[in-house]
């Protein structure tokens, strides 16, 4: 079973500052590899696929980069609406699986 | 627009059976594009993959759930369903339904969510 790392577990940022987010995969997970946004009493949504590849109307301030097992979610310039919890996730082809990481919270400065 | 809305009890009492239903509208759910998903979440916790059903009624399961688990589709109303048997305290959580895409062999996160429902196992 892969097991997905997110680190750290909480960081703090100031509005405007560049956020950097990292998640380790316990074994290569190719491009496999997707980063979601969570609030407070709303459902995940997804920001990242594919490693890099932004979703449907995500704002160009959201990058993801990696492959293997190191992948990182960089916040360019941080907006209010920004600070919630980051979650990884590996998705695998076959046979189909899905393996999430234990979050990140970005909280304000 | 597709939208997903999650179905069921809040309540179930230990040792008993959870039971949800996921109704999809707005969108092509007897397609081979998609797996339809379960995602539950404890207070305050992450984030754990349930198990999956192709429209045609093929499913993967959590191995760590696998043993309580049945999900199933009804194609004519647009609805898949979770059982997990045997609850206890430790099964409370939001479940959230889920579309995830699915292209020759090629398979995609989660695009499109329910809002969740909490379910709380209690006696």
């Known amino acids: 079973e892969i097991v997905m790392t997110q680190s750290p577990a909480t960081l703090s940022v100031s509005p405007g500052e560049r956020a950097t987010l990292s998640c380790r995969a316990s074994?290569?997970?190719?491009?496999?590899l997707a980063w979601y946004q969570q609030k407070p009493g709303q459902a995940p949504r997804l920001l990242i696929y594919g490693a890099s590849t932004r979703a449907t109307g995500i704002p160009a301030r959201f990058s993801g980069s990696g492959s293997g097992t190191e992948f990182t979610l960089t916040i360019s310039s941080l907006q209010s609406e920004d600070f919630a919890v980051y979650y990884c996730q590996h998705y695998n082809n076959w046979p189909p699986s899905i393996t999430f990481g234990q979050g990140t919270r970005l909280e304000i400065k | 627009q597709l939208q997903l809305q999650e179905s069921g009890p809040g309540l179930v009492k230990p040792s008993e059976t959870l039971s949800l239903t996921c109704t999809v509208s707005?969108?092509?759910?007897?397609?081979?594009?998609?797996?339809w998903a379960w995602i539950r979440q404890p207070p305050g916790q992450g984030l754990e993959w349930i198990g999956s059903i192709y429209y045609s009624g093929g499913t993967n399961y959590n191995p760590s759930l696998k043993s309580r688990v049945t999900i199933s589709v009804d194609t004519s109303k647009n609805q898949f369903s979770l059982k997990l048997n045997s609850v206890t305290a430790a099964d409370t959580a939001v479940y959230y339904c889920?579309?995830?895409?699915?292209?020759?062999?090629?398979?995609?996160?989660?695009?499109?969510w329910g809002q969740g429902a909490l379910v709380t196992v209690s006696s």
């Open positions: 707005g969108g092509s759910f007897s397609s081979s594009n998609y797996y």
């Open positions: 889920a579309r995830q895409a699915w292209d020759g062999g090629h398979s995609y996160p989660f695009d499109y």
């Open positions: 074994q290569s997970v190719s491009s496999k």
